[in-house]
């Protein structure tokens, strides 16, 4: 069984340059949700999606980030214009439904130079 | 908001001896608290969780234990191994597991030989 798949594993932007980072949730689950770690700290949550929807982005940064979970396809975080401060691993979660265990994908290692 | 504080920062323990790991949480309305296991240059991978019905879980080596009233829940490893060396993170949740998650800062967790 294939469990969440964050790809690239390592991305480096210089600054002002896009940042794409993608999420295949496991086989199944409908629920994706995106988080950060700053380096020595916790994981702070950004944004939960359904398909095709947003249900909570309540920790997601006003300007400069999106993040979709199309019909098809992965999941996408966009973050525009990067600056040195979103240099973090960015993870991805899964579950099945309300109520399930989340799964964590390997992560997104961001370097902005 | 709900604001997750976890203790120690670090943790050092002779192979074979416990380790116990404590979090305090804020809001009383959270009902999920997981343990999750992160090694180096990994997502984290769930070990053990516990519903807010349930005062204690326990799963081979690992144990949790809750307390509502004090809102504090901890982690216990018994007969620790070397590969238990890894950062740990507990988390609370208003749902059922479901929807976001907020993590505490995390342990570092070592075991010597």
């Known amino acids: 069984n294939a469990g969440v798949m964050q790809n690239p594993r390592h991305l480096v932007r210089r600054r002002g340059q896009e940042a794409r980072l993608r999420c295949s949730p496991v086989k199944g689950h409908s629920h994706v949700y995106w988080y950060r770690q700053l380096p020595e700290e916790g994981l702070k949550f950004m944004v939960y999606?359904?398909?095709?929807?947003?249900?909570?982005e309540s920790g997601m940064p006003k300007e400069r980030f999106s993040a979709e979970f199309p019909k098809e396809g992965p999941s996408i975080l966009r973050i525009q214009q990067v600056v040195r401060g979103d240099s973090a691993a960015y993870f991805c979660?899964?579950?099945?439904?309300?109520?399930?265990?989340?799964?964590f994908g390997p992560g997104t290692r961001l370097t902005v130079l | 908001g709900e604001n997750v504080e976890q203790h120690p920062s670090t943790l050092s323990v002779q192979e074979g001896d416990s380790a116990v790991i404590k979090c305090t949480y804020s809001?009383?309305?959270?009902?999920?608290f997981p343990w999750y296991k992160q090694e180096l240059g990994k997502g984290p991978q769930l070990i053990i969780d516990i519903r807010s019905n349930v005062g204690e879980k326990k799963d081979q080596r690992i144990a949790v234990t809750l307390n509502k009233t004090a809102k504090h829940f901890s982690l216990h490893i018994t007969e620790t191994q070397p590969e238990d060396s890894a950062v740990y993170f507990c988390a609370a949740s208003k749902y059922q597991g479901a929807q976001k998650l907020v993590f505490g800062q995390g342990t570092r967790l070592t075991i010597n030989p």
């Open positions: 999606l359904q398909k095709e929807n947003i249900i909570d």
């Open positions: 809001d009383s309305a959270s009902n999920y």
């Open positions: 979660a899964s579950s099945a439904g309300t109520g399930g265990e989340q799964f």
